[in-house]
């Protein structure tokens, strides 16, 4: 690869970090409004809606935090992922060392989660405290350089930090949907009881208002802004694995294998498919119905994959 496409992947890289430190910052700023917006709602004049403004900002503080150090935890244990040694896949092991060692980053924990279905996952919050994950079925299907692949790719995760992003938009998308959600189970059961408060009048009407369509649209929005980025961060773990490789074709016959498979992931859920380097939900199960598209068209990412054999980065992938 040359100087000027390695350039360019630093610049990327280092635009993923800074697009990390604006969507929490943003975030935080949108939830203290929010909450602002919901406490002069609910309670009915301005001073009492700092109330709402101070526990919207400790909600989104906590669960950011719990989920900033212990959100890989959580997300290995729902996926019934168990942490491995060299004995127990010596295969796996050396492919992961391998690409530690060929992208310059400490080796993560490896993890294999006993399913039929072929896919992988990386999460952690950065290099240091990373851990990839594959499932026993990918192991089965995919020969070594495919499986090579596919750990240059989750390890392009860990080293583009994608791992932290997707760490804190789960916050975003995870508290706003939290948030949302009570204020309008509160509202409903509650009868809105601030409007009984004297001097509530029409501007508080006009709050409750705003606060409705913040609560309906805010976890939208949150989910979209999610995937749109998601979208363009697969593309380039894609290409930074065959800076590891050299080898497209693996990762390419990966991600075919992978998509053609029929088996399907029961451990995968709505809140973990966007980790996945392939979407795990399948288009026939009924759990789909209503799933943003969490990936870009695998038909396309295997494309581009075919199109580096000859060489260069396609102008999609930035």
Known sequence: MSQMEEGTFRDRIA??????????????GFVTVFGYVIGYAWLGDPTSALFGLVLAFVV??????ITYYGGDRMVLAASRAKEITHDDAPILFNVVEEMA???GL??????????SAPNAFATGRDPEHASVAVTSGLLEKLNR??????VAHEMSHVGNYDIRYAMLVGILVGTTVLISDFFLRGLWFGGGRGRQR???????LIMIVIAVVFAVLAPLFARLLQL????????????????LTRNPKGLAEALQKISGDQEVLEVANRATAHLYIVNPIKKFEKRAKGLFSTHPPIEERIQILRSLETGGIPETVG
């Open 15 to 28: 635009l993923n970090r800074r697009q990390s430190l604006l969507l929490i910052s943003g975030f935080l």
């Open 60 to 65: 989104g503080t906590v669960s950011g935090l």
């Open 101 to 103: 060692i060929a992208s």
């Open 106 to 115: 400490p080796m993560p924990k490896v993890y294999v989660i006993e399913d």
């Open 145 to 150: 350089d495919e499986l090579q692949g596919v």
């Open 198 to 204: 004297e001097g509530g009048g029409q501007i508080q």
């Open 228 to 243: 749109s980025i998601s979208r363009q961060r697969e593309y380039l773990a894609d290409a930074t694995a065959v800076q």
